[in-house]
């Protein structure tokens, strides 16, 4: 009862009383603690004051793969591909991650009959991803909060969110951002001049009949990109090699 008290998971418990899982959650329920301790594991990193590093990995990673849930927790999805960098992302939010991990196969969703093996891993819910959440899905769907980004996306971020979803190709450089608005686009178009003198391009495509926008950046503007993301690069990530 201590340790419950004290916030252990139940894996905890049963590996310090020397039973099983399901033994130790089946005498919590018999003593209708169970929701109680379900409470306590979701808000145990609810505190944790997190690193600038840890803020930059979370703000940078929502503008590409990342998403915040309601519930006030990062998540994230990776291509088998990405697995040295999916990896490193989790030891860096090491102290708020909640053991939730997924490796699965799933279909293409271009409809191709592909199957893709992925990577998922989730946090705990935490204070600041709470605020996050209000900040970039004010009506519930993300959106480009250009006033904030302005002021609290620095480069170790911008290194996240190109190791999330861009590339360099023969000099030339992209950012998926096929998951933002039209508008959400020109904001961050706005966002790479205003910031960094930065001048980048909206491409579009047309798939089963939605428009899609990435950002294009010329060899010029890809040059000035890499050199200043380069320090915050870690050595998995090939696309920037």
């Known amino acids: 009862l201590q340790m419950w008290q004290d916030g252990e998971t139940f894996e905890d418990i049963a590996k310090y009383i020397g039973c099983s899982l ?24 609810l505190d944790v004051e997190l690193t600038n590093s840890q803020k930059q990995l979370l703000i940078g990673s929502i503008l590409g793969d990342g998403t915040i849930t309601k519930s006030g927790a990062y998540s994230c999805t990776h291509c088998i591909e990405q697995t040295e960098y999916h990896e490193y992302k989790k030891n860096v939010l090491s102290s708020i991650f909640s053991g939730k991990f997924q490796h699965y196969i799933r279909n293409s969703p271009s409809g191709s009959g592909k199957k893709l093996e992925a990577l998922h891993f989730t946090t705990g819910t935490n204070t600041y991803c709470l605020e996050l959440r209000n900040i970039f899905y004010p ?31 023969y000099g030339s450089a992209r950012l998926s951002t096929d998951g933002f608005s039209c508008l959400d686009n020109i904001l961050l178009k706005q966002l790479f001049k205003d910031k960094w003198d930065i001048n980048v391009r909206i491409g579009k495509k047309f798939q089963i009949g939605k428009c899609y926008y990435h950002l294009e950046f010329g060899k010029h503007e890809a040059e000035k990109l890499f050199s200043l993301i380069h320090p915050y690069i870690i050595p998995a990530d090939r696309r920037c090699g």
């Open 139 to 169: 009506q519930g769907l993300k959106i480009v909060p250009y006033d904030f980004l302005i002021d609290n996306l620095l480069l170790e971020g911008l290194a996240y969110w190109f190791m999330d979803d861009g590339n360099f190709h």
């Open 22 to 45: 399901m033994v130790a959650k089946r005498r919590f329920k018999e003593l209708g603690l169970t929701n109680c301790q379900q409470h306590t594991e979701k808000y145990k990193f």
